[in-house]
Every structure is written in C-alpha cells, then in structure tokens.
C-alpha cells in the first residue's frame, strides 16, 4: 500500500497576527510558521500503518519558505520518499487550490490513500481533505481517530457527538482527514534529523488545470468583541426572572403576567 500524506505549514497562532492591508490575508512578513497539528497527527497515522501493514510513505508539501526543512524532518521520522510541489498560488494557499495541485500527482504516483489533517489554522472549515476526495472521485472520510487495514479497504474511527465513535469500513482509494492518530507522535532524533537535513528537496510542477477556484476571500476582520458575560446571583427563581428580563428586552420573549 503506498501512503501519501499532505503536510502544510501554517502560521503560529501563538503569536501576533495582523490583517494585511489589502484586507485579504494576515501580515506574513513577520509571522513564524510551523507544521499544522493535525497533519502532524496525519504523519504519524502514515508511519504506524507503515510498520503495521508495510506501507510506503510518501509526504508532500507545497514550495515555500520552510519547506525543505519540514520534508526534511519527514523522512527524519520515517518517510519513504518526499515531493515538494511548485505553488503559483504564493501565501495563503486555499484548499480547493491545493487539491487541485495535489491531484495530478497522486494519480501518476497511483496512491492507494491520502491522509491530511481534518483542518488547518487557516481552513477552519476542514475543507482540504473533502475538497481532495472530490476532485480524486475517491471515497473521503474526516474526523478520523484510527486506521486499522481489512481485506481491500480500511476501517477508520470517526469521532462523533458526544464522545462517541463510528467505524467505517472505507474502499481503498481514499482520502482519510486525520484528528488525532492512534498512538503518540514520535519525534525524530537529533542524529536523524542531521542525517537528513542537508538532503535536497527537489521542485516538482504539479500539472495541474487549476481553472476557475470559484470562491474568493473577500475581506479578513478580527473578531468582534462584546461587553463580556452577565453574571446573575441568587437563587433559581431569582436567576430565571432576571434571563426572562433579558430576553424580554432583546425582543426574543414576551412579557408575562407575574
């Protein structure tokens, strides 16, 4: 079975952001990057299906700054091969792009799976993978906790409300959008990592007719901010009279008789 896994770098959340002037994106000037958490998770499933089944694993990430060192840190940790792929998008890569440029390649590489992690700092909505299985005609399944192999197909865990989970036995191929992978991320070691860190990642063009994207980022606004919450005191009665006051004022309830 051959894996292949899409490692993209995002920016640190942890510190300051600010929206560019055009509106359209974050200042990246002086915005630190670091491998997404989730496909960190993506990898690390990659790896152990690759101990357990005799998996090949193949990551992928897309040109730009950090990108050698990420793949390089890839095969430090277990990766068969690595590809880094030419973006004429430039920053902020949106998901529906990056499927379109991942597709062409893993359909000449004839993967049997793809994982990436279910979402990104910067694709809240979790749309890599789907948008991936889409464009591949490929089976997807996101939110996933577990690979485990079957006859012909996977059985993937998907976590559900309430901290339940569902089992799904999925065909091969397929894209798979990794939350949490099974056993803990295992960190290369520092001999690995300087194996491997003067290696030279190689630019490959995807082929890929990215034509019409559709959807286009209009405006970026921080979030708006509220006088805070309204903390009541007393008892149930007391408390219940003051959420039917409230409600009553914004218009949401109408005012009974007492």
């Not at 949106?94 to 379109?100: D, E, V």
């Not at 300087?194 to 034509?211: E, M, P, V, Y």
Request: proline share 3%; glycine share 10%.
């Amino acid at each position: 079975m051959q894996i292949g896994v899409a490692l993209r770098l995002v920016p640190d959340a942890s510190g300051d952001l600010d929206i560019a002037e055009n509106g359209q994106d974050i200042d990246r000037e002086w915005v630190d990057l670091k491998l997404n958490e989730f496909d960190d998770q993506a990898l690390e499933e990659a790896l152990t299906l690759k101990e357990n089944a005799g998996a090949t694993v193949i990551a992928f990430a897309f040109d730009g700054v950090g990108a050698d060192r990420l793949l390089q840190s890839a095969l430090a940790r277990g990766a068969d091969r690595v590809i880094k792929l030419r973006n004429p998008f430039g920053d902020g890569l949106r998901a529906r792009a990056a499927a379109r440029l991942l597709a062409p390649t893993i359909r000449e590489l004839g993967l049997d799976l793809v994982l990436t992690g279910v979402l990104g700092i910067d694709e809240i909505h979790g749309q890599l993978a789907p948008f991936l299985g889409a464009t591949l005609d490929w089976p997807h399944v996101s939110v996933v906790s577990e690979i485990r192999c079957d006859v012909g197909a996977l059985l993937a865990r998907q976590e559900t409300d309430g901290g339940f989970s569902t089992t799904l036995r999925v065909r091969l191929p397929a894209v798979i959008g990794v939350q949490t992978a099974s056993r803990p991320i295992r960190y290369a070691s520092g001999a690995k990592l300087r194996q491997f860190i003067g290696q030279k990642i190689a630019l490959t063009d995807s082929n890929a007719d990215c034509g019409d994207l559709a959807a286009e980022l209009l405006r970026l606004e921080r979030p708006r901010s509220d006088k805070g919450a309204i903390m009541w005191e007393g008892d149930a009665d007391q408390v219940a009279e003051a959420l039917h006051d409230l409600l009553v004022a914004r218009g949401l309830a109408k005012e009974t008789m007492r």
